[in-house]
C-alpha cells in the first residue's frame, strides 16, 4: 500500500514571497504520477501540478514548480510570487499507474495562508 | 478541461432516512468513478470505486450496506446514505478519470451532508 505525508499542517507566506510544501510518499510501485492538488474555500478540488515518475525533468506550470527526488521519495511544491488567491489546503496525492487510471491516495494536506 | 456535477450541493435530512446524491460527468464517459468522504479540516478519504456494468469495489471500513454505490450509466455514479445517521454528516465528493492513457481526475464540487 501506498502512504503519502505531508509533515506541515499549516504554513503561511507573505504576497509576493516563495513558499516550499513538503511531501513524502512511500510505494514500491516504480510507475506512478504524483499531483499537487488545491482545495480553496470553495472546497473545491483544482489540480495544481502533475509529476510521471517516469520523467527526471521537474513539472512547471506558471508559478508552481515542483522537486521531485525519486530515490528520496520526496515531492515538494514551490510557490513563486505568492498571492492571496493561493490561500487553500494544499493537497499531495500519488497514484500508480497500471495500465488505467487508478485511485488517488492522499496526503493529509497542508493549509496555506498568504499574507498581506 | 473536463467536468463533473454533483446533486445536490448541500442536504439535510432525518436521522433514519436515506438520501441520494449523484455525480455526472458532463462532457465526458467514466467507466469509472471515485466517492471520496472529507471531514472539516481533514482530507479526502476513498471510500469506494463506482464501475459501470459491475459492482462497486468498497474500501476497507466502509459499510457497503449503508453507503450503496450505483454506476447507472457512462455519465452517472449514485451514492446513497441509507438510514442516515448524524455520525453520517460530512462532506462527500466524487471524482471521475477521463481516460484514455490520461491519468488526471476531475472532482465533482462536493455535497455537504447534513443528517438531524
Known amino acids: 500500500a501506498q502512504t503519502v505525508t505531508q509533515s506541515q499542517p499549516e504554513m503561511s507566506v507573505q504576497e509576493a514571497e516563495t513558499v516550499t510544501l513538503s511531501c513524502t510518499y512511500d510505494t514500491s510501485e516504480n510507475n506512478y504520477y504524483l499531483f499537487w492538488y488545491k482545495q480553496p474555500p470553495s472546497r473545491q478540488m483544482i489540480l495544481v501540478i502533475r509529476q510521471e515518475a517516469y520523467k527526471q525533468q521537474n513539472a512547471t506550470e506558471n508559478r508552481f514548480s515542483v522537486n521531485f527526488q525519486k530515490a528520496a521519495k520526496s515531492f515538494s511544491l514551490k510557490i513563486s510570487d505568492s498571492q492571496l488567491g493561493d490561500t487553500a489546503m494544499y493537497f499531495c496525492?500519488?497514484?500508480?499507474?497500471?495500465?488505467?487510471?487508478?485511485?488517488?491516495?492522499f496526503g493529509t494536506g497542508t493549509r496555506l495562508q498568504v499574507t498581506l | 478541461g473536463a467536468v463533473v456535477s454533483q446533486h445536490p450541493s448541500w442536504v439535510i435530512c432525518k436521522s433514519g432516512t436515506s438520501v441520494k446524491i449523484e455525480c455526472r460527468s458532463l462532457d465526458f464517459q467514466a467507466t469509472t468513478m471515485f466517492w471520496y468522504r472529507q471531514f472539516p479540516k481533514q482530507s479526502l478519504m476513498l471510500m469506494a470505486t463506482s464501475n459501470e456494468g459491475s459492482k462497486a469495489t468498497y474500501e476497507q471500513g466502509v459499510e457497503k450496506d449503508k453507503f450503496l454505490i450505483n454506476h447507472a450509466s457512462l455519465t452517472l455514479s449514485t451514492l446513497t446514505v441509507t438510514s442516515a445517521h448524524p455520525e453520517d454528516s460530512s462532506f462527500y465528493i466524487c471524482s471521475a478519470p477521463q481516460g484514455g492513457g490520461r491519468y488526471e481526475q476531475y472532482f465533482g464540487p462536493g455535497t455537504r451532508l447534513t443528517v438531524t
Open positions: 496525492a500519488f497514484m500508480k499507474t497500471a495500465g488505467t487510471a487508478s485511485k488517488l491516495t
